[in-house]
């Protein structure tokens, strides 16, 4: 589903945090092209 | 020896008219224009800010349970005659607290005028813990102020919307010593200042000149162009606060630092260094009015109007203090994930499991107590329930609870957010006074403080961090 998408992994301090985004997506196939994690409160 | 919570404090500052020169007022308040006077009609007054339920339950007034039976919205449900006062410190008007601004700074950097200063420095006088306090005269003119405002060399302060004083820069040139910076680097000191006061005159009676350490926890970056963020808060404090024996340095990592704080006390009591270690951290300036367009949106008051401040007193097993248990700091290494899961494996069930205890087997835990009330408005989440509903789940994983237990896990072992959102403030510390006294009374056994940290806000690393402690029963109290 992700083979081939660039992607840009926007996470949340104490939702998902944009590394754990990146490893599940990338594992599904998707280049993520930009990671960022911010503090949302 | 074993290294005890002697005391906590927290204190509150309302200051209304500061939430202008709160980050985003600052950046969005010349972008629209009429957005300055609307935010001025949604300040609410000091009154509404002393009765309002979080506050009380900051000071210690109210414990965090309780706060999760009261009506809400709490800034429409607020507690008629709720007293100035608590167990752990005060709600300070903005008023005594521009006064603490001036007593803090030994620059001339604070210009208030002279009759506010005085009536400020009658008030001061007749407080109960700071009638000695110096450095609270050389009033200005108003013209004297304004002509420093005029040249564009100082930010204004006001009071009730009209201008006594101005906070002015410190260097010509240097980004880090403009007067907005000044002015966050003293409300700061005298946050801390104030926390410091009540820990030590009051809540946990000590002789400042006994204290041997302290260790500042703040986000806050005081410096110059040459070293931003050099530091050392925590010894200018000291010596506002009379702890003319101690030394001190300041621990930075975000919110992160106030748990590492506290390991790194407990260790240095343990080890022997010292005997009394005070843990101090101030508000943050920048974070309020953070979400002020929201609250106007919502028609609601802006909430985001507290500067916060604590101060923690760490000592030598007093046998009945509870204990800071350092063969089981929890901590999150470089190395492990960055997934909710990941994170709580590391603060959470590996020091437990060290202990032989399981997730269910801490009374409280103490996580981020951000204010929903002031976070959800703004499309943020609850963020105490949803760090809760985490460990929850994870003591689903472990087995230790069935997945249609969460929510009773959440209600037994966690509790609402009750703190403004001043960044490292929220971060477990609101809780470590309710604990002591809780863990003392024997409600409770034991809580853990989990502290996490955003690292990667400073785009140095993508990491975060997470620290956490765990404070018990001090075991001569369990003999008796």
């Known amino acids: 589903m992700f083979a081939g998408k660039k992607v840009v992994a926007f996470g949340e301090r104490d939702g998902v945090q944009g590394p754990a985004i990146e490893k599940c997506l990338s594992a599904a196939g998707a280049e993520v092209v930009f990671t960022v994690t911010e503090c949302i409160v | 020896?074993?290294?005890?919570?002697?005391?906590?404090?927290?204190?509150?500052?309302?200051?209304?008219?500061?939430?202008?020169?709160?980050?985003?007022?600052?950046?969005?308040?010349?972008?629209?224009?009429?957005?300055?006077?609307?935010?001025?009609?949604?300040?609410?007054?000091?009154?509404?800010?002393?009765?309002?339920?979080?506050?009380?339950?900051?000071?210690?007034?109210?414990?965090?349970?309780?706060?999760?039976?009261?009506?809400?919205?709490?800034?429409?449900?607020?507690?008629?005659?709720?007293?100035?006062?608590?167990?752990?410190?005060?709600?300070?008007?903005?008023?005594?607290?521009?006064?603490?601004?001036?007593?803090?700074?030994?620059?001339?950097?604070?210009?208030?005028?002279?009759?506010?200063?005085?009536?400020?420095a009658e008030k001061l006088q007749s407080h109960p813990l700071l009638g000695d306090l110096e450095g609270l005269e050389g009033g200005k003119t108003i013209y004297e102020i304004k002509e420093k405002l005029d040249r564009e060399e100082a930010l204004p302060l006001n009071?009730?919307?009209?201008?006594?004083g101005c906070i002015r820069r410190a260097h010509e040139e240097d980004?880090?010593?403009?007067?907005?910076v000044i002015l966050e680097g003293l409300a700061v000191k005298a946050s801390a200042f104030l926390a410091l006061r009540h820990?030590?005159?009051?809540?946990?009676?000590?002789?400042?000149?006994?204290?041997?350490?302290l260790l500042d926890f703040g986000e806050e970056a005081i410096g110059d162009r040459y070293q931003r963020g050099g530091g050392n808060m925590a010894k200018a404090v000291g010596e506002m606060a009379g702890c003319l024996n101690a030394s001190g340095a300041d621990i930075k990592a975000f919110c992160c630092a106030p748990v590492h704080a506290i390991a790194s006390a407990a260790a240095l009591i343990q080890a022997g260094i010292f005997k009394k270690v005070a843990l101090i951290g101030g508000c943050s300036l920048a974070k309020l009015?953070?979400?002020?367009?929201?609250?106007?949106?919502?028609?609601?008051?802006?909430?985001?109007?507290?500067?916060?401040?604590?101060?923690?007193?760490?000592?030598?097993?007093d046998g009945i203090s509870p204990v800071i248990r350092t063969d089981a700091i929890g901590m999150h290494r470089i190395c492990a994930g960055s997934s909710a899961r990941e994170i709580y494996e590391e603060v959470v069930v590996k020091p437990l499991n060290k202990l032989g205890k399981r997730i269910t087997d801490i009374d409280k835990y103490a996580t981020e107590f951000?204010?929903?009330?002031?976070?959800?408005?703004?499309?943020?989440?609850?963020?105490?329930?949803?760090?809760?509903?985490?460990?929850?789940?994870?003591?689903?994983?472990?087995?230790?609870?069935?997945?249609?237990?969460?929510?009773?896990?959440?209600?037994?072992?966690?509790?609402?957010?009750f703190s403004p959102t001043q960044g490292h403030i929220p971060s477990a510390i609101p809780f470590m006074s309710h604990a002591r006294d809780m863990i003392m009374s024997g409600e409770i056994e034991n809580a853990m403080f989990v502290g996490?940290?955003?690292?990667?806000?400073?785009?140095?690393t993508n990491l975060s961090d997470g620290v956490s402690v765990i404070l018990e029963r001090n075991p001569a109290m369990k003999r008796r």
């Open chain 2, 370 to 417: 951000h204010n929903p009330e002031i976070t959800v408005p703004a499309g943020r989440p609850d963020t105490p329930l949803i760090n809760y509903r985490a460990l929850g789940a994870l003591a689903v994983l472990k087995g230790e609870i069935g997945r249609e237990e969460i929510d009773d896990f959440v209600k037994k072992h966690g509790m609402p957010g």
């Open chain 2, 289 to 317: 009015g953070m979400k002020f367009q929201f609250h106007i949106k919502k028609n609601m008051p802006i909430l985001e109007d507290m500067l916060a401040g604590i101060a923690i007193l760490i000592g030598e097993d």
């Open chain 2, 199 to 213: 820990l030590l005159a009051r809540v946990s009676s000590t002789d400042p000149k006994d204290i041997d350490y």
């Open chain 2, 175 to 180: 980004e880090d010593l403009r007067a907005g």
């Open chain 2, 1 to 120: 020896m074993l290294a005890v919570v002697k005391g906590t404090a927290s204190i509150l500052a309302h200051t209304p008219d500061l939430v202008p020169l709160g980050s985003k007022p600052t950046r969005e308040i010349p972008r629209f224009e009429g957005l300055y006077d609307e935010c001025i009609a949604h300040l609410r007054s000091y009154e509404e800010a002393v009765a309002y339920p979080p506050n009380q339950v900051f000071i210690g007034n109210i414990r965090p349970d309780r706060l999760a039976e009261m009506e809400k919205p709490w800034y429409e449900n607020l507690i008629e005659g709720a007293p100035r006062e608590g167990p752990y410190g005060e709600i300070m008007p903005e008023d005594e607290f521009y006064g603490l601004l001036k007593a803090a700074d030994v620059f001339d950097l604070v210009w208030l005028e002279e009759g506010f200063l005085s009536r400020v």
């Open chain 2, 159 to 164: 009071f009730n919307g009209e201008l006594v």
């Open chain 2, 452 to 460: 996490k940290g955003s690292l990667f806000l400073a785009r140095m």
